[in-house]
T-cell receptor
Framework: AQKITQTQPGMFVQEKEAVTLDCTYDTSDPSYGLFWYKQPSSGEMIFLIY??????QNATEGRYSLNFQKARKSANLVISASQLGDSAMYFC?????????????FGTGTSLTVIP | DTAVSQTPKYLVTQMGNDKSIKCEQNLGHDTMYWYKQDSKKFLKIMFS???????INETVPNRFSPKSPDKAHLNLHINSLELGDSAVYFC????????????????FGPGTRLTVT
C-alpha cells in the first residue's frame, strides 16, 4: 500500500480564496511526522509545515495550516488567502518514528494554480 | 551560507558518458539522501546514508553509485548514462531520528538537472 496518497493531481483556486490540498497516509507506527513541501517552478523544495502524531492541535504557519484528522489518517494542507506566488507543486510526506533509516515517504504531489 | 549545496546545477551530457554530482551539507546532519524527480514530478528515493553508512538502497541500476567520504558529503556517480536518466536529482539531509521522534524535516539542495542526449 502507498504510504502517502495525494489524490488531486491539479487544483485551481481564485486569488484570495482558501484552498485545501488532500493527503492521506498509511502507517502502523504510533509515532510519526507529517510534512508539507512546496516546489515552485524554479524547482527548489521548500518546507512549509510539520505535524507530529502526538500533537493535540493542528499545526499552523502563517497562511498555512494542517487539518490533521488522525482517525481518518488524513493531513490536509489548507492555504488561506491564496496568492499568485502560491502557484506550485505541493508534496505531502511522512516519516515514521521507529524507522532508524530516516526514510521520508512522499506523495505524488498536487499542482496548484492560483487564478488572478 | 547555503545549507545543502549541489554541483553542478545543470549537466548536459551524451549517452554512454560517466558523470558525478556532488552534494555537501553544513548543517551537521547525520543522514543524507539522493532523490530522482522525473518529468511527472514524482520524487523517488534512491539512496540514504547515515554517518557514511548506506541505509537505503532502492531499486536503481547499479550504474548509480553513491559515495560518502564523510558525514557532510554524499556524491552520486553515474556510469554509462542513458536517455532515461534525464531528470532532476535532489540531495537532501536530515538529523537522525531518535526513537519515537520524527520532528525533523529534510533540507533539500537546489537540484541538479541532468539531460542526457
Amino acid at each position: 500500500a502507498q504510504k502517502i496518497t495525494q489524490t488531486q493531481p491539479g487544483m485551481f483556486v481564485q486569488e484570495k480564496e482558501a484552498v485545501t490540498l488532500d493527503c492521506t497516509y498509511d502507517t502502523s507506527d504510533p509515532s510519526y511526522g507529517l510534512f508539507w513541501y512546496k516546489q515552485p517552478s524554479s524547482g527548489e523544495m521548500i518546507f512549509l509545515i510539520y505535524q507530529g502524531s502526538y500533537d493535540q492541535q493542528n499545526a499552523t504557519e502563517g497562511r498555512y495550516s494542517l487539518n490533521f484528522q488522525k482517525a481518518r489518517k488524513s493531513a490536509n494542507l489548507v492555504i488561506s488567502a491564496s496568492q499568485l506566488g502560491d502557484s506550485a507543486m505541493y508534496f505531502c510526506a511522512m516519516r515514521e518514528g521507529r524507522d532508524t533509516g530516516n526514510q521520508f515517504y512522499f506523495g505524488t504531489g498536487t499542482s496548484l494554480t492560483v487564478i488572478p | 551560507d547555503t545549507a545543502v549545496s549541489q554541483t553542478p546545477k545543470y549537466l548536459v551530457t551524451q549517452m554512454g558518458n560517466d558523470k558525478s554530482i556532488k552534494c555537501e551539507q553544513n548543517l551537521g546532519h547525520d543522514t543524507m539522501y539522493w532523490y530522482k524527480q522525473d518529468s511527472k514530478k514524482f520524487l523517488k528515493i534512491m539512496f540514504s546514508y547515515n554517518n557514511k553508512e548506506l541505509i537505503i538502497n532502492e531499486t536503481v541500476p547499479n550504474r548509480f553509485s553513491p559515495k560518502s567520504p564523510d558525514k557532510a558529503h554524499l556524491n552520486l556517480h553515474i556510469n554509462s548514462l542513458e536517455l532515461g536518466d534525464s531528470a532532476v536529482y535532489f540531495c537532501a539531509s536530515s538529523p537522525r531520528s531518535l526513537a519515537g521522534l520524527s520532528a525533523y524535516e529534510q533540507y533539500f539542495g537546489p537540484g541538479t538537472r541532468l539531460t542526457v542526449t
